[in-house]
């Protein structure tokens, strides 16, 4: 997981940014297919909810975004396939599509781009979404790498556009972190 001192080191970082332990397991997936790519289609993890097992996370914060890193690794092909699955819906021109946050509120998501991500893992994608909920509006850079068939997922929510140093810079950190963790290529 990320820390506060590596977040800081990424050139024009946020002042401030800090990393918060979750303080708990993430329970990211569900076997339901709740999980939703960028266009909004349904993504299903096929294996039982008792198979899948709780990833690791970690939430970020500045006076600017806030945000979230989970990783958590899948059994067989479930990782190549959810990440397959999330980038055929990368695709701009793609309608804006309205569901529940875990808070209740309904919000309307609508994708604005796709991220080109240099990678040297076995997956990695990006995208750039707008997220409305009632009279306020949020941009979300969302992330996702995965090595063999361990997924990590990264995203930030901000009111202004990231710099793009600091983008490329997470990114390549997120990617490097994820190459070396143990289990990453099982």
Not at 143 to 153: K, T
Request: proline share 6%; net charge negative.
């Amino acid at each position: 997981m990320l820390t506060t001192q590596e977040l800081a080191e990424v050139p024009e970082a946020p002042t401030g940014i800090k990393a918060v332990p979750a303080g708990h397991g993430v329970a990211l997936f569900s076997p339901s297919g709740g999980q939703k790519g960028p266009c909004g289609l349904s993504i299903k993890i096929h294996v039982d909810r008792k198979t899948i097992a709780s990833g690791a996370g970690r939430e970020f914060e500045s006076d600017s975004l806030s945000g979230y890193q989970y990783v958590i690794d899948l059994p067989g092909t479930e990782a190549s396939g959810f990440l397959t699955a999330w980038q055929k819906q990368l695709h701009p021109g793609c309608p804006a599509y309205t569901s529940t946050n875990p808070n209740g509120q309904v919000e309307t998501t609508k994708l604005l781009s796709v991220l080109a991500i240099p990678s040297d893992v076995s997956q990695a994608a990006g995208s750039l979404e707008e997220v409305e909920t009632g009279e306020s509006s949020v941009g979300v850079y969302t992330f996702a790498f995965r090595m063999g068939r361990r997924l990590e997922m990264l995203a930030l929510f901000v009111s202004q556009p990231l710099s793009q140093t600091f983008g490329e810079g997470l990114v390549s950190l997120a990617e490097s972190r994820l190459r070396a963790s143990k289990g990453a290529v099982a």
